[in-house]
């Protein structure tokens, strides 16, 4: 267990749906980092909260967006869900600066 | 990710052999470099990482060496093993990741 939790493992859901990906940071832990992971693809960054203020934004869709709250749990929002958004999402956390980023053991989205 | 680039993508080895991956970055300010193994289907886990004031690490099997005036780091695994075989990022401070290298390692 790496202290980082990720809810739910796996998703499936229909195109045009929208889904709510959460993420609960180590404890003490300040940043949070959204990553998609397609099929034999690498690790594509999508957006960095540190003590709930959005920090980076990287090629995330206009359909997705993210918050991070006072708990500093982290929801990943996916709207307009298309084929192609069907992939692994991961969440990272760290206590911020030069540390060591954590990551969970991701969400499986299924759109069908 | 644009600002590290990772080489090669596969990299097929024999047990026994040694396995070396290359990043080179962009960003001058980058002080932190982590490298990252995942196995199929599951979470990447950190196996090294290495700050920008010193120029080699190693841990058992793995080291990581970095060179500040050519922008460059390098993981390498010696003496490797079946269980080596993974997809290896590199990435830097912002965690902004490399594409990744599939190492296999042959029986």
């Known amino acids: 267990d790496s202290g980082v939790t990720q809810t739910p493992k796996h998703l499936i859901t229909a195109t045009g749906q929208r889904v709510t990906l959460r993420c609960s940071p180590r404890s003490g832990d300040l940043s949070v980092y959204w990553y998609q992971q397609s099929l034999d693809q690498g690790l594509q960054f999508l957006i960095q909260?540190?003590?709930?203020?959005?920090?980076a934004k990287g090629n995330i869709l206009e359909r997705f967006s993210a918050q991070q709250f006072p708990d500093l749990h982290s929801e990943l929002n996916l709207s307009s869900l298309e084929l192609g958004d069907s992939a692994l999402y991961f969440c990272?956390?760290?206590?911020?600066?030069?540390?060591?980023?954590?990551f969970g053991s991701g969400t499986r989205l299924t759109v069908v | 990710g644009e600002n590290v680039e990772q080489h090669p993508s596969t990299l097929s080895v024999q047990e026994g052999d040694s396995a070396v991956i290359k990043c080179t970055y962009s960003d001058s300010a980058s002080n932190y470099f982590p490298w990252y193994k995942q196995e199929l289907g599951k979470r990447p886990q950190l196996i090294i990482d290495?700050?920008?004031?010193?120029g080699e690490k190693k841990d058992q099997r793995i080291a990581v060496t970095l060179n500040k005036t050519a922008k460059h780091f390098s993981l390498h695994i010696t003496e490797t093993q079946p269980e080596d075989s993974a997809v290896y990022f590199c990435a830097d401070y912002k965690l902004s990741f490399g594409a990744g290298t599939t190492v296999t390692v042959r029986a």
């Open positions: 290495i700050r920008s004031n010193v």
């Open positions: 990272a956390s760290s206590k911020g600066g030069t540390y060591g980023y954590t």
């Open positions: 909260y540190y003590n709930g203020e959005e920090r």
